[in-house]
């Protein structure tokens, strides 16, 4: 009778013996396909700028996991040793939704899942950066391009010229086209007056017409 009691005794510690972790993520256990449980931030709306990043978390299982983070724009930091935590954040090139893409890898294969985090525009006073040209020495009916770099947000800009014509770009009114004619020979002054809701500002270029 005692020897089959210990007989069940030493099945039950062979059994439990061979336990592994029921989440694959054992470095010596047998590897699965990578499967993300879950890919999740903290918050999904930032300001853009380091001081107020988005901290993105991926979960996921299979053992041996490699994990590689890409987006098109913005900074990407790591915040743990995997890799599998990181924080994200732009500047103000960056303003707009980013598509947030966490690859998992190991032997088995690979997966990939994408979050979107929304960098919002800090809306503040105009600051014009500088106002360039790519000629500022034209002769009369040359044509030269003019852009004005500006900071604030929500921006609009108003071109104005003591003489010649301004032709706007339609698709990014920061640049304009300039031409002047023969009875705009001379120094010429072209300006840029960039406003928001928080207020104005102006700022201009000469451009010399021979």
């Not at 853009?48 to 913005?74: F, R, S």
């Not at 893409?101 to 809306?123: Q, R, Y």
């Amino acid at each position: 009778m005692k020897k089959i009691f210990y007989s069940i005794i030493a099945m039950i510690a062979i059994i439990t013996g061979c336990s592994s972790d029921p989440a694959g993520n054992n470095s010596g256990g047998s590897m699965t396909k990578p499967l993300i449980v879950s890919l999740t931030a903290k918050k999904t709306q930032i300001l853009y700028g380091g001081q107020d990043p988005a901290i993105i978390t991926c979960v996921a299982t299979g053992g041996n996991l490699k994990y590689k983070w890409q987006v098109d724009l913005g900074d990407i930091i790591p915040l743990n040793a995997d890799n599998s935590k990181i924080s994200f954040n732009g500047a103000a090139c960056c303003v707009g939704v980013k598509v947030i893409n966490c690859t998992v890898s190991n032997d088995s294969g690979s997966v990939t899942k994408s979050i979107e985090i929304e960098i919002l525009e800090v809306i503040k006073e105009p600051e014009i950066i500088s106002i360039q040209s790519d000629n500022t020495d034209i002769i009369v009916g040359q044509t030269t391009d003019i852009v004005c770099n500006a900071l604030g947000g929500h921006l609009n800009y108003l071109w104005e010229a003591d003489c010649g014509d301004i032709v706007l770009n339609l698709k990014d009114s920061t640049k304009i086209s300039y031409t002047g004619s023969a009875a705009c020979k001379g120094n010429r002054t072209i300006k840029c007056t960039v406003s928001n809701e928080k207020g104005t500002i102006k700022d201009s270029i000469n451009i010399n017409v021979k």
